[in-house]
């Protein structure tokens, strides 16, 4: 490539041979195969119907994939698209230059986040320094630096409730060992370590409370790294839907996924204060006669 436009190395890199490569032998063929396919990122479906191509298919897509891959990290397109959102310390010629390639550069990010990857001892150096932060947190990594023994601390039960354990020195083996293939899964991993503890101890035990600290931790250490690697964060969010309660008088909370009946009250003529009544299955069963009769305290006469 010629002239002085930096960014014109910066382009994906297209194979100018259009002559067929020899298809290699079996082995090697599902070898690279596999690999294209999980650089691919498809659902379970679509993948499997890719696994059931003939061997001249399975090549011909392979040489497709191979011809295309953005030679840049994620973070590189990410800190341009940064620069569009705030251009703060660009040009004018520069922003016009951004703006007029934003289309491709949200292409070539998304190439890079699917061929892109990183290396075993690449990945183990940007993570290890999160494990090793947990592992000198004192006392509060204690109890999650082995595997959890039912036998000794007496827990029985234990693995009927953790149906998937981990802790720390699995997660470092498996980082040692190069089997995590992207940093998402050796995340997953961390935060399923710490989901165990909240599952199985108590809100007020030792454990529990140790476990949340290690969380806050760990939260603060692999934001920048997962930064770093072309994420936008190492944070685990969970839907949590919102809580109903009943109008019965034992004031108790409708469970998730449970029967309850509701009563929409859009007039405000009958005197009440909420926009909506729930009642859970049981005291609305237990409700006589054929009318319901309403209130906004449950304690007091109703409407």
Request: charged share 30%.
């Given at each position: 490539?010629?002239?002085?436009?930096?960014?014109?190395?910066?382009?994906?890199?297209?194979?100018?041979?259009?002559?067929?490569?020899?298809?290699?032998?079996?082995?090697?063929?599902?070898?690279?195969?596999?690999?294209?396919?999980?650089?691919?990122?498809?659902?379970?479906?679509?993948?499997?119907?890719?696994?059931?191509?003939?061997?001249?298919?399975?090549?011909?897509?392979?040489?497709?994939?191979?011809?295309?891959?953005?030679?840049?990290?994620?973070?590189?397109?990410?800190?341009?698209?940064?620069?569009?959102?705030?251009?703060?310390?660009?040009?004018?010629?520069?922003?016009?230059?951004?703006?007029?390639?934003?289309?491709?550069?949200?292409?070539?990010?998304?190439?890079?986040?699917?061929?892109?990857?990183?290396?075993?001892?690449?990945?183990?150096?940007?993570?290890?320094?999160?494990?090793?932060?947990?592992?000198?947190?004192?006392?509060?990594?204690?109890?999650?630096?082995?595997?959890?023994?039912?036998?000794?601390?007496?827990?029985?039960?234990?693995?009927?409730?953790?149906?998937?354990?981990?802790?720390?020195?699995?997660?470092?083996?498996?980082?040692?060992?190069?089997?995590?293939?992207?940093?998402?899964?050796?995340?997953?991993?961390?935060?399923?370590?710490?989901?165990?503890?909240w599952l199985y101890n108590r809100k007020t035990s030792r454990v529990y409370k140790y476990c949340s600290k290690l969380a806050e931790v760990f939260e603060q250490e692999i934001d920048p790294v997962m930064q770093s690697l072309g994420y936008c964060c190492g944070r685990k969010y969970v839907f949590q839907p919102q809580v109903l309660c009943c109008y019965g008088k034992q004031l108790c909370t409708i469970a998730r996924d449970?029967?309850?009946?509701?009563?929409?009250?859009?007039?405000?003529?009958?005197?009440?204060?909420?926009?909506?009544?729930?009642?859970?299955?049981?005291?609305?069963?237990?409700?006589?006669?054929?009318?319901?009769?309403?209130?906004?305290?449950?304690?007091?006469?109703?409407?």
């Amino acid at each position: 490539m010629m002239g002085s436009d930096h960014s014109t190395h910066r382009e994906l890199k297209v194979s100018e041979l259009n002559t067929k490569t020899p298809m290699p032998e079996t082995t090697e063929l599902e070898k690279r195969f596999t690999k294209v396919l999980a650089s691919m990122d498809l659902p379970p479906d679509k993948a499997k119907v890719l696994k059931s191509y003939e061997d001249e298919k399975k090549w011909e897509l392979i040489c497709d994939q191979e011809k295309v891959v953005a030679k840049e990290t994620p973070g590189y397109y990410i800190d341009k698209i940064k620069k569009l959102i705030d251009p703060a310390g660009t040009t004018k010629r520069q922003r016009k230059k951004l703006i007029d390639h934003s289309t491709q550069i949200v292409r070539e990010l998304e190439i890079s986040l699917r061929t892109n990857h990183i290396q075993p001892d690449e990945l183990r150096q940007a993570l290890m320094p999160t494990l090793e932060k947990l592992y000198k947190q004192d006392p509060e990594s204690l109890p999650f630096r082995q595997p959890v023994d039912p036998s000794f601390l007496q827990i029985p039960d234990y693995f009927q409730i953790v149906t998937n354990p981990i802790d720390l020195s699995t997660i470092k083996r498996k980082l040692d060992t190069g089997q995590y293939q992207d940093p998402w899964q050796y995340v997953d991993d961390v935060w399923l370590m710490f989901e165990n503890a909240w599952l199985y101890n108590r809100k007020t035990s030792r454990v529990y409370k140790y476990c949340s600290k290690l969380a806050e931790v760990f939260e603060q250490e692999i934001d920048p790294v997962m930064q770093s690697l072309g994420y936008c964060c190492g944070r685990k969010y969970v839907f949590q839907p919102q809580v109903l309660c009943c109008y019965g008088k034992q004031l108790c909370t409708i469970a998730r996924d449970s029967i309850y009946w509701s009563y929409q009250n859009s007039s405000r003529s009958l005197g009440l204060l909420s926009d909506r009544y729930h009642y859970c299955e049981k005291c609305f069963g237990e409700i006589p006669g054929e009318n319901v009769t309403l209130g906004d305290d449950p304690s007091q006469p109703t409407t």
